[in-house]
């Protein structure tokens, strides 16, 4: 195996608070980790591995998205994306002994991932990216660093508490989803919207009487507007979120396993959870198993 086991030095030093506001979404900044950045990292790895050469040039590009409060967001008036995907990123990234100041982040939308990775555009994507077996045909993809699921976005007080109330009741999400679908096979009215926060204002304003898409996607409106909104029901679907690399360089498999489950051990991941979705007032859940790396 041309993989040495790193020793990620990332210890628990507290939260520190990210200045950047949410933007479209709301108002509320979230935190940051702090992460150790582990020095001399390149000697953690095997010569002729991506790991060692991103290390030993000391910068690495993530792709994430800029949309999605909570999990990866770049408002205006910031100048890096936060969210809990970007927090998993600097832990990587860390390990590598990269520190976060020299991350290049690259706005990532769904319909880019797979071209990214294969061009090099990034090195790494971090984009509530569900793991499946079609994209793994296509490009690597490690963890699940966090599993979710379709749930529900209502006002607080909602008479709508799972999925079985929605029947009769408008529903919306983005237009196109499969989520609109699955809830309108539940026996709900689908509104199809051109963005989320479209979606989201018209639950605020009671015009529809619930949101619908991915939890972690619900939980990060949640965690920006928690006096007015909450998550209700247990998840209907299951996502599986990974971290993407190129099928150019497999050894980046068992890297990112590792330092995923080192950051489940130490800490980290529970303190990133927190420090995002978290802000939500969900309570924080116990990390996923991850899958194995091919040999």
Not at 60 to 78: E, H, L, R
Not at 193 to 203: A, G, K, N, P
């Amino acid at each position: 195996m041309r993989f040495k086991r790193t020793k990620a030095l990332l210890v628990a030093a507290g939260l520190t608070l990210a200045v950047a506001a949410c933007g479209e979404a709301g108002t509320g900044g979230s935190e940051s980790v702090d992460v150790e950045v582990t020095e001399n990292a390149a000697e953690n790895f095997e010569d002729g591995t991506r790991m060692k050469e991103l290390a030993e040039s000391g910068e690495i590009t993530i792709g994430v998205k800029y949309d999605q409060p909570g999990i990866g967001f770049k408002s205006a008036a910031s100048d890096t994306p936060e969210g809990i995907d970007p927090e998993m990123g600097k832990i990587l990234a860390a390990s590598l002994g990269i520190a976060p100041e020299d991350i290049t982040w690259k706005e990532t939308i769904s319909d880019n991932r797979e071209p990214f990775l294969q061009s090099g555009e990034v090195d790494l994507v971090i984009a509530s990216y569900s793991i499946t077996d079609e994209r793994r045909q296509i490009v690597g993809q490690a963890g699940p660093y966090y599993v979710t699921g379709q749930q529900l976005l209502v006002k607080k007080g909602s008479d709508i508490k799972s999925v079985d109330d929605i029947k009769g009741q408008e529903v919306c999400s983005v237009t196109g989803s499969t989520s609109l679908d699955n809830v309108e096979a539940k026996g709900a009215n689908p509104r199809g919207f051109d963005t989320y926060s479209e979606c989201r204002d018209q639950v605020l304003n009671g015009t529809v009487e619930a949101m619908t898409t991915d939890g972690a996607i619900l939980l990060g409106y949640a965690a920006e507007d928690p006096e007015e909104l909450e998550v209700v029901g247990e998840p209907f679907s299951e996502e599986r979120y990974g971290v993407g690399y190129s099928k150019d360089y497999p050894e980046m498999c068992q890297w990112i396993s590792d330092t995923l489950q080192e950051s489940y051990d130490n800490g980290k991941w529970a303190e990133a959870f927190e420090a995002t979705l978290g802000k939500s007032g969900v309570e924080t859940p116990e990390p996923p198993a991850l899958d194995p790396c091919k040999a």
